[in-house]
């Protein structure tokens, strides 16, 4: 009996790793923040690499049709044929203010891409708008005009400001393990004004 991990093994695996770390979710559009394709990648791509995981984008044709595809594969690196396949029709029809058509597509696979890896790894990565209705936002941080990529330069993450708000609804253990994925991203100064918010909410 081959003692190798299945595919369904490494990302039960990977979900646990997941489990309380906060996928911060600093863009803003259609009235709530959300996390942009490079935000996952940025977060899942070494746990991934860790667990044995990796994945695949591929575009093509649906047949008898005009219309594009995208196909992603979450597979296990040590037998690529061990995956899960997930594929779906991009619609070039769809109308977005100021986008030609070939601009609409390729934000279409851009958003595909992102729910296509969120759904197959049992991700949440937005905020629960129907159980709680759009939240209320200020203009602030970086403002996606398309359904996934921002048209201006992004403003830098405010970690120091995001972190206050976990801190409302999550515990000790949760802040502290989201800090440990983030910290690479984040620099000293930041890393040291979280850690001060932490200890004041907490205790040391």
Known sequence: ?????SVLNRIREFQKEMKDVEIIKATEAYG?????????????????????????????????????TL????YNVDNEKDAIMCRTIIDGETKL????????EGSGITYFRRYHLTTILGLTTDEDTDASGKRVV???GRVGRSVEASTSVPAKTDFVKIFSGLMEKKTKPQIIK???VY?????????????KLIDEKYGN
């Open 178 to 180: 989201t800090l440990g």
């Open 97 to 104: 203010g100021g986008m030609n058509r070939f601009m609409v």
């Open 1 to 5: 009996m081959s003692t190798e991990k």
């Open 71 to 74: 196909t992603t594969v979450v």
């Open 138 to 140: 200020k203009k602030e």
């Open 183 to 195: 910290k690479t991203q984040m620099d000293n100064d930041e890393i040291k004004a979280v850690q």
């Open 32 to 68: 709530y923040y959300y996390a942009t394709l490079k935000d996952i990648l940025d977060i899942i791509d070494p746990m991934l690499e860790k667990h044995g995981l990796w994945y695949n984008h591929s575009t093509g044709f649906e047949h008898g049709t005009t219309y594009n």
